[in-house]
């Protein structure tokens, strides 16, 4: 189907004119390192500065990726992530702590604070949500670029048809088991000469299974790694230095050695998304209200469905087979016999311990409400 013409206008590339204005001691100073690297130098700086960057999933390889950029000097982050941090993310996700998962604190939130104990300068904004049709354009609208670290490929093909309908350059990144992948993606109409897009490469989304680290298990290498490219990339990009960006889809398993690249220098010939702009994930076609969602979770969407925590806890704690029953300014959450329920203030919950839809489906129905 046909996507309806956007009514924003496409989103302007970094300026590339020299900038001309000094730099400022402190920058001289806490950067120093960075500046004296030819390929950023006081001018790639300054723009580092001014840049907007937008990180989809902020679990192990959206953790590192932020951490980089704060760390080089990007004055703006939004951090986008619908989950909370575990005891289990702590062997990959690295910027959080022991604190963060005792607390169950949203990763978002967990992160933002991490970031400013490093570097207040740059501005996070963090978003507990599941990104969807409903809140693309607001959240990665106003960003330069877009970074990839989500854990499913439905949200990686719907942030793949905004930035295409957009102009919005963005970069994939994954990591499983001891393999890492990265592809940068440059959409016709934006100020770069364009690549292939996701849909050009693998016009649909995986069928059947698809391992995650709960299945297959992660080294934190693999994340590390994948992170590290993802981020050197939006460097070159960041600096205005697109020419210098690696137009292939890399694949490498630190654990076999095994490398390959597939090029991606121009896109596809007959491409649903960038040749037909058919955007069928962006206007929600197909797209589940219950999703499945790794490490043995159900997640149920219910956005735009305010919920009040003071009020949904007093009434829970009627229940006597219900335990652990906590919450604060952003998730709610309890445990009844094997299965934890969390609820996030737009309506959304996880439901850990089952993959079966039905029972998850109950649960929330019993106790939160449908």
Known sequence: MSSPVATAPLQEALPREPIREGITDEIKDRYSRQILFPGIGAEGQQRLARAHVAIVGVGATGAAAASLLARAGVGHLTLIDRDYVESSNLQRQILFDEADALAALPKAEAARRKI????????????????????????LGPAHLVLDATDNFETRYLVNDLCVETGKPWIYAAAIGGYAATMNVLPKGSAYEPTACLACLFPKPPSGPVETCDTAGILSTAVNYAASIQVTEALKLLTGQPEKMRRTLLSHDLWTNEFSQIS???????????????????AGVGRPHITLCGRN??????????????????????????????????????????????????????????????????????????
């Open 116 to 139: 400013a104990l490093f570097n207040s300068s740059v501005q996070v904004d963090a978003h507990i949500a599941d990104l969807v049709p409903a809140n693309i354009h607001e959240l």
């Open 264 to 282: 991606t220098a121009k896109p596809g010939p007959g491409c649903a998304v960038c040749g037909r702009r058919e955007f069928a994930h962006l």
């Open 297 to 370: 979770s159900v997640q149920i969407h219910e956005h735009h469905r305010p919920v009040d925590f003071a009020r949904m806890r007093e009434r829970l704690a009627r229940h006597t087979d219900l335990e652990d029953l906590r919450s604060n300014d952003l998730l709610l959450r309890f445990r009844r016999g094997p299965h934890t329920v969390t609820l996030f203030p737009d309506g959304r919950a996880l439901v850990q311990g089952t993959t079966d839809i039905a029972l998850a489906r109950t649960l929330y129905a019993r106790f939160i409400g449908s």
